[in-house]
């Protein structure tokens, strides 16, 4: 039966018992809920309230008789207000705590203020939340809420300082000892910390044979963590599924209006992701591959990598990445600036996700092959996933357009160079020149080596799936935010797959595929100079510059070099400006690749908005 009006009480004044491991199941099934009818009412929100109150049911039912503890209660606040509906795809795995109440991400009420910690643990344990491709999470959005609970830092202000890493680190460092400091009461219940205490508080409680785990995430604080999917140097960059307050995208500054937009993301990642958002771009990326990695065994269909790939050890490794991505620039004839009246960039449509679902990725131990061997494998039919030690002619004796870059970055135009490349780069060289290739044929490269793998497959295909997916999603609703969310997913999954430091944990160890990662950008180097290639011979126009998967060209009036397809890997229009007056005589008298890169930068800005 439902209490009274007044029989109800505050959730935080109960004690929650804790489910034993095999009632797990049944308390979440069974859980109290925070808009049970009320005196006959239909479910609502119950707004009445500092707290919301429960029905006594299972195993809350024991509180029929419980009162509250007035010695412990806390002034009346505000009722919380109730969020607009959202979708409920996180509900149930995680809560939003604010200062003026928690919610569910699709917004309904929970409680009123978690003033302590010891109401924090209290919340956790009642909400029993359940993962999804991460731990279930508990967001703390605002400074107000982080007072109440008493997390609060002052590292001082970046006018103060002339590099803003100073002031990340000692605040990262405050955070730290003020949350090891407060946190006691959590740790005296039973829950245990797994590593050092940050941005983000991973904790775990073990009861038997269970183990529950969760991440509480301090929203005013994310900016302490710095890595290459937050920041770069001086400015703060994308923080993950917050945004990036430079492109505009990070949450609202008001608490509810950030609560309400926070709770749309979780939702809509949950539910086009089917994950939780990770703590980086790059760990949501990894934690959908687990996702599939986990239904994949579960059902025996399908490609399953369990271990890492890293480099094997090379002769004549060269230092850097295996696979560069190109830059290059060229000072323009006068001619080609006759009649041009735009300069344009175009750029590959989400190239890096484009080729992670193409490839085909080897796993498993690799073998070393020597020379008759390995260059009897290159010949094989279908040339086996590896590394293969070649020598690339210069670049002067082969019949290439003097208007590109070299088809590879290793490449000297005055002198052969010795070098290893993965077999999308091998590939490559036997293409024509008219498709990006040199017209290779194999002996012309003298293999003396290679690294080949037992297995290999499109790995990455149903990952790459489900991110092309969600990406039409927010393109098709012109949701900016989630757009570039998506694309620091992707890139920056793919981007740490070279960094072994990212994946220690065992069952994260198989995220380390540097070659995974040198086959994506030699296929997508290869894809824009093929393109480039084409452009020339339709329209008899050359670039002036090209950086990764993006390519600069100055046009005339009515030639539109992007493609028509909107499918990923195309070239769509990413930059346009006027060729002006100033702008023809900055390229004409340019003594050097560096004039021209700066008259280019001068009228396209350097955002990495493009590519996603």
Partial sequence: MALKKSEQFALFDVDVPVPAPADVQAHEALQPSLFDVVEGKSAEPITELADATVESTTNAATVDDAEP????????????????????????????????????????????????VEKLDKLIRWATLTPLGAPAQIWVVGIDACEMLGWVIDPGSE???????????????????????????M?????????????????????????????????????????????????????GILGSPTAGTYLPDDDLSAARELGRRLAWCAQHLGVLPGPTPARTGAAVVDKIKRERTRSGKGI?????GPVPPLDGEHRGDLEPAVGWTRVPDPEELDGAAVLVSIDQRAAYLASAGMLEFGYGKPRH??????????????????????????GNMLALPDKMPLPHPHMLADQPVQTWVTTVSLDAFCAPVADGGIGAEL???????AWVYPEQGRALDKWAKILREARKVAVDTDDAAMKRFLGSCYKGYIGRMVNPDMWTAKQMQHHHQPLWRAAIIAHCRWRGR?????????????????????????????????????????????????????????????RDTHEINLAIKAVFTDEDEGNY
């Fill in 530 to 590: 093929r393109v480039a290639m084409r452009i020339a011979r339709e329209t008899g126009r050359w670039p002036l510059r090209t950086v990764t998967d993006s390519w600069v060209y100055p046009l005339p009036d009515g030639i539109d070099i992007a493609d028509g397809s909107d499918a990923l890997g195309k070239m769509t229009l990413e930059k346009r400006a006027a060729l002006t007056d100033d702008l023809v005589t900055a390229l004409t008298v340019a």
């Fill in 369 to 394: 092959l020597r020379a008759e061997v390995a260059r009897a494998a290159a010949e094989e039919a279908k040339t086996p996933f590896g590394l293969w030690h070649v020598t690339l002619p210069a």
């Fill in 159 to 185: 006018d103060d300082v002339d590099d803003m890493e100073v002031l990340r680190t000692r605040a990262a460092q405050e955070l730290s000892g003020v949350l090891q400091a407060t946190l006691n009461p």
């Fill in 304 to 308: 399953v990598v369990t271990a890492a």
């Fill in 187 to 239: 740790l005296t219940a039973g829950w245990e910390l797994r590593g050092d205490p940050g941005h983000v508080v991973h904790l775990s409680r073990t009861t038997g044979k269970f183990t529950s785990m969760v991440d509480i995430v301090i929203e005013p604080y994310v900016w302490t963590y710095w890595n290459k999917d937050f920041g770069w140097g001086n400015r703060v960059g994308d923080m």
């Fill in 69 to 116: 503890d007035v010695s412990e209660t806390t002034p009346a606040a505000p009722p919380p207000i109730s969020l607009p509906p959202a979708g409920e795809s996180a509900d149930g795995h995680a809560v939003i705590v604010t200062a003026a109440g928690t919610y569910t991400p699709s917004g309904q009420v929970l409680t009123g203020p978690v003033d302590s």
């Fill in 443 to 449: 002996d012309d490269l003298d293999i003396t080596e």
